[in-house]
């Protein structure tokens, strides 16, 4: 069968507060970062991007803030819910090259 | 709605068998993707078409093959599965146009099973 993989970090948040993932990213030439969700048995979804010029975008219920000098990215989902419920992964482009995937956090919602 | 679709989502075959996944895309994007993914692990990449040239990580065992016979279709091959090869295959696709950042867009994934 499948091998057993790594423990993924796990953020328990309560329904209706805030929540934040962090990644540590290598690259310090990427220009490009995406944040996926994947639900239980379903491909990775984007959620939102932003690119290396900016520190901070936000989209509906999420924002993502960059610090290039730390190589540090986050995801703050707002009023979390329970369809939040999933793993979330960031991903860094580097220029002329192809999306790497950061290690991924499981966001459980409790009600 | 353009999409990336894999079939078939849930497919079992006997170790040593010979298995193949498909994938497919009304998108007309240039790139597909292969990725391999284990319980709990991110995706790992196994290969590349861009248009028709193939890119193959080098890390990735010779077990695994792929073939792109037109823009929509990608096939992943597994000549002999084993049963550390029971995973989740996932296909993507990006634009590859050179303009911007080349996001990929997933399907939902084909869990792979080995008896």
């Known amino acids: 069968g499948e091998s057993v993989g790594l423990h993924l970090p796990t953020l328990s948040v309560q329904e209706g507060d805030n929540s934040i993932i962090n990644c540590a990213y290598s690259?310090?030439?990427?220009?490009?970062f995406i944040w996926y969700k994947q639900e239980s048995g379903k491909g990775p979804q984007f959620i939102i991007d932003i690119r290396s010029n900016m520190d901070k975008r936000q989209g509906q219920r999420v924002t993502v803030l960059l610090n290039k000098t730390v190589k540090h990215l986050s995801l703050q989902i707002a009023a979390t819910q329970p369809g939040d419920s999933a793993v979330y992964f960031c991903?860094?482009?580097?220029?002329?090259?192809?999306?790497?995937f950061g290690g991924g956090t499981r966001v459980l919602v409790k009600p | 709605d353009a999409m990336v679709i894999q079939n078939p989502r849930y497919q079992v075959t006997q170790f040593g068998k010979p298995v193949t996944l498909s994938c497919s895309q009304t998108l007309n994007h240039n790139v597909m993707y292969w990725y391999q993914q284990k319980s709990s692990q991110a995706p790992k990449l196994l290969f590349h078409?861009?248009?028709?040239?193939?890119?193959n990580e080098a890390d990735t065992p010779d077990n695994f093959q792929s073939r792109r016979p037109n823009t929509s279709f990608c096939f992943l091959d597994i000549r002999s599965p084993g049963l550390g090869d029971a995973a989740m295959y996932l296909c993507a696709t990006s634009r590859g146009d050179g303009q911007g950042a080349d996001e990929q867009y997933f399907g939902p994934g084909t869990r792979l099973t080995v008896t």
């Open positions: 690259n310090s030439a990427s220009d490009y």
């Open positions: 078409y861009y248009d028709k040239d193939f890119n």
């Open positions: 991903a860094e482009i580097p220029a002329g090259n192809k999306l790497t």
